[in-house]
DNA sequence: CATGAATGAGAGTTCATTCAT
DNA sequence: AATGAATGAACTCTCATTCAT
């Protein structure tokens, strides 16, 4: 009996894990039942019955992808030493997730592209989060006078907006390094280097008066 | 001079516009040459006619957006005057064009999304002449000793990236501000306002030794 | 046992089975996929699913028919008693067969006029067989000093070609007839007799030493 | 003026060659308009304009290569001397001119195998002249007590169905020899060796009384 | 006579989804 | 829970044909 329940329970993981890696590479449109099934080496109806159907697929993908993202940071966080040392984790974190899962900024930004066509209201809740972890970060900073002339959304989508296509665009980058050598495309910046560039940056930008 | 009834030229700019429009909106996948046939009152098979086939049409409208964007740039930007001047001048003019044609950072974000997935050869050449005006202008200014600590690619995101992002999520961003008034999502921001903010926030930024 | 409403082995035959009264009417890009389907009563995603494509579906028909009149020949024919009775067998069934199923006169005529430009791998092995089968009779004969002067390929398409043109114009034998009674188009020659003269004929023909 | 006039006989023309070539080596359905036009280097309006429409065109194919064939056999025929040599006369030109024009075997196949559905009553004139030819040679090789048991149509399709199969055939068996040297397909022999042979062949099998 | 622009009616193929077992 | 068979609605693309110039 518990094997019934945990095999059900595997099934929809590699559904998840298999739909999660496809829709990434392919965008939502681009990626078929039939495909997915075939990866995960499952029926394609079985999809069907787990999830209803393919927008509930891919709803479940993405609350499964942000869920994991927001627990990492605030697991990763430890939370409240310092603003400044919140930001870094923030930052260092979220940098180092997307890298290791690289479907995730392939993900978030195809959404936000899209306005979040596919799904509105979970999408609202679970970027929301995301957004207001960093938010409660900025504000803290600013109530101790350590940051000044802050507009939370813009900083947050100068941090993750970044972070996510510096992600995306890695191999793009890696190519056109190949291409032409006179562009600095940072294609061998290691995820490092790059969050703790964005941190020293970001930093200083925050705390300037201006 | 007589309006005629067959004018190819025209025919053409109606496909392309409409294309673009629909792109952006939807999405190379989910957009359909019977949609855009039927936005531009043209028979569909005219699209195949002029542009070969759908994947022809979406590269078209690509190169129009990107060139006419890069364009709009160097016109606007009275070039050479002082690097500080001419990063304003970048910044304010690529957030103002975004603004009026917000279907660009829709179409931009989602090609960087798939990593040139639909038009690998083009997309380069486009992307990197945007690129490669930033980067200039940042290497001048380090020249000049004005700037420090330049990473060329992650400031062009940090700018473009955050510019494209707060386009895009304005009807999102909107939404959540109804929804929730406790969050500032910067909904009523207006685009001049953010590119200052943008420009500000970044010169301090290079400005700095670290 | 119990009659199904889902027989896989049932719906492909009926799908090769009417494909191929098309595919000899109309020939290979007159006849749809539409049309196919109707035949069958069968939905025309079916005909993609078991056959990957039309041409798929054309090779699946052709490997049947020609398949099926090999075997009816090693079937019918007692043999090897002599070459004579062979070669009678030999015409016999093949024309007995064509009569029966038009159709295959047809298709063979037009795939040899493409030279085969559907399905070159397959036909050639298939079409081999059965050229195959007339050669070793004529070979024996030869050996045994009953005929000579032998020209197998030229003898083959004599006796095949001959019987399938004489199946494929019947329609249009017998409209000639009505319109012109002077012309005498062997329109009325029932099977039995034309493959009996035919056999007549061309046992003569090899058994004269010139 | 008569520049005129000519261009337009040598644009028709044009037209009919390219057709005939496209026809006889794809099909009717296969051969584009398209394709046509810009084989002849003519605007595709022109092929409706001078013959209507496709089937108007290949009709008028159709009749230029069976009138063509019909005049080059009495015209090389010094005919009447004596059945025999008509006889031989005939099957030598007819094997001729197809080498030398090998899209007429194919046409004419590929028309009898569709027992004439393009084109019925034109067909039917064109084939029956052709037809009529040999009929009257074997009728006076009766009439003289050279020939016995003669079916004409049987005999016709002998020797013009075997020898177009010969002609359409060839790459084909060039092909199959060059896979399988055992087998025996006349792939070298030349078309003067092939008629003589029909012709001997032939001979002796209308001379015979049975 | 000649052309390029335009069209409508399909054709083949795909795919999310459902049904029967 | 799981599968293969089946479907209907679309989608891209093609092509004979016509129209305006």
């Known amino acids: 009996m518990a094997k019934q329940t945990r095999d059900a329970e595997a099934t929809k993981a590699?559904?998840?894990?298999?739909?999660?890696?496809?829709f990434a590479k392919n965008g939502y449109d681009a990626t078929t039942a039939d495909e997915i099934a075939q990866a995960c080496g499952v029926n394609k109806a079985m999809l069907f019955y787990y999830y209803k159907n393919k927008a509930g697929l891919y709803a479940a993908v993405m609350t499964h992808v942000l869920d994991?993202?927001?627990e990492e940071i605030i697991t990763k966080d430890k939370c409240c030493v310092s603003p400044i040392a919140d930001l870094e984790a923030f930052?260092?974190?979220?940098?180092?997730?997307?890298?290791n899962n690289p479907y995730v900024s392939s993900l978030i930004l195809r959404?936000?592209?899209?306005?979040g066509a596919h799904l509105p209201e979970m999408m609202f809740a679970s970027l929301?989060?995301?957004f207001?972890?960093?938010?409660?970060?900025?504000?803290?900073?600013?109530?101790?006078?350590?940051?000044?002339?802050?507009?939370?959304?813009?900083?947050h989508f100068m941090i993750v907006g970044t972070i996510n296509l510096l992600?995306?665009?890695?191999p793009m980058r890696k190519k056109a390094a190949e291409l032409e050598t006179e562009l600095n495309t940072c294609s061998d910046c290691d995820i490092d280097e790059i969050s703790h560039y964005i941190f020293t940056k970001v930093k200083l930008m925050l705390e300037m008066k201006q």
């Open 91 to 99: 930052i260092k974190t979220y940098a180092a997730y997307c890298d």
């Open 167 to 170: 992600v995306t665009t890695k």
């Open 111 to 115: 959404e936000l592209s899209d306005s």
């Open 14 to 22: 590699k559904i998840i894990q298999n739909a999660m890696l496809l």
């Open 132 to 155: 207001g972890l960093l938010s409660e970060i900025l504000r803290e900073g600013e109530k101790q006078g350590l940051f000044h002339n802050i507009e939370p959304m813009i900083i």
């Open 128 to 130: 929301r989060k995301l």
């Open 68 to 70: 994991a993202i927001h």
